[in-house]
């Protein structure tokens, strides 16, 4: 079992950064290919923000490019969004994930997600 858990949500406004940040633990007999952020705003589905894979691979998703950037650092098990620009609709519950294989298997981690507002 993965644990995840992130930290640097709160309220800004239009045009204002912030910085999440996501630690893992635990899960020792678990490899983590990729982890990501995701985000989930009300009557919405969860839809991805941005994902790196552990072969340094980034993706982003359209509605971020040029505003976020996604770091990790395989050191101390940490996933990061920079988040600048930010516009009222990246108002969201943002949620860190880890994907990996344990004994053969797929399987995925999620924190316990975030809050992230955007006043205009």
């Known amino acids: 079992q993965v644990r995840l858990v992130e930290s640097g949500g709160g309220s800004v406004q239009a045009g204002g950064s912030l910085r999440l940040s996501c630690a893992a633990s635990?899960?020792?007999?678990?490899?983590?290919?990729?982890m990501a952020w995701y985000r989930q705003a009300p009557g919405k589905q969860r839809e991805l923000v941005a994902k790196?894979?552990?072969?340094?691979?980034?993706i982003y998703a359209d509605f971020v490019k040029g505003r976020f950037t996604i770091s990790r650092d395989n050191a101390e098990n940490t996933v990061s969004l920079q988040m600048n620009g930010l516009r009222p609709e990246d108002t969201a519950v943002y949620f860190c994930?880890?994907?990996?294989?344990?004994?053969?298997?797929?399987?995925?981690?999620w924190g316990q997600g975030t809050q992230v507002t955007v006043s205009s």
């Open positions: 994930n880890a994907e990996g294989y344990y004994q053969f298997n797929t399987v995925a981690f």
């Open positions: 790196t894979t552990s072969s340094d691979a980034t």
């Open positions: 635990g899960g020792i007999s678990v490899s983590i290919t990729s």
